[in-house]
């Protein structure tokens, strides 16, 4: 089901190609993920259309949900869930604080395997909603420990980044 925008709400790819083709100046490209429907193999796919634009690649936000359940605040209004698909698209099985930290891990492990993504940010690790990571009493929702989650990251990319690669961008959250 495609749709066809109006003027003025070009998607993230056809904006850079206005961009471009007005030769307008830029350093980056800013790129926002939330749960949108779309299994892994479409996200990569995604994430590597914009490559060819030159610019290096910054995922300023993204969240993925550990329960489609109503909380405070937004009763009346279901989980949106984000694109085709949204509610309706389950990866390896109902929304759990497991399958967020497991859909996570692998976005993170896909981001950081592309030389040209400098950055990616999860955002709202808040208790409120569903796309923290934290509980109301400060513990972690589902997630292994850090370090552990790091050291299985090392080892599936066969080292770790230089100190340099892995600094934090000036200005990034």
């Known amino acids: 089901m495609s749709r066809n925008p109006a003027p003025w709400q070009p998607s993230p ?41 030159g610019k290096p690649i910054h995922i300023t936000e993204m969240g ?11 009763e009346k209004y279901a ?5 085709i698909g949204g509610e309706a698209m389950v990866w390896h099985g109902e929304f759990t604080a497991t399958i967020q930290a497991d859909y996570i891990e692998s976005v993170y492990t896909l981001a950081d395997s592309k030389p040209f993504v400098e950055a990616i940010t999860y955002w709202d690790f808040n208790p409120i909603g ?16 850090a ?16 100190e340099s690669e892995s600094q934090a961008v000036p200005g990034s959250c």
């Open 13 to 53: 790819y056809d904006y850079l190609v206005m961009l471009r083709d007005a030769k307008a100046e830029y350093e980056v490209i800013g790129l926002q993920y939330y749960h949108s429907g779309r299994d892994l193999l479409e996200w990569e796919r995604d994430l590597e259309s914009f490559n060819h634009f």
């Open 64 to 74: 993925f949900p550990s329960s489609l359940a109503p909380y405070i605040g937004q």
């Open 79 to 83: 989980y949106w869930g984000g694109g």
């Open 130 to 145: 569903h796309d923290g990571f934290i509980r109301g009493d400060g513990a972690q929702r589902g997630l292994p420990p």
């Open 147 to 162: 370090d552990e989650s790091a050291s299985q990251l090392e080892e599936v990319k066969g080292g770790s980044r230089t």
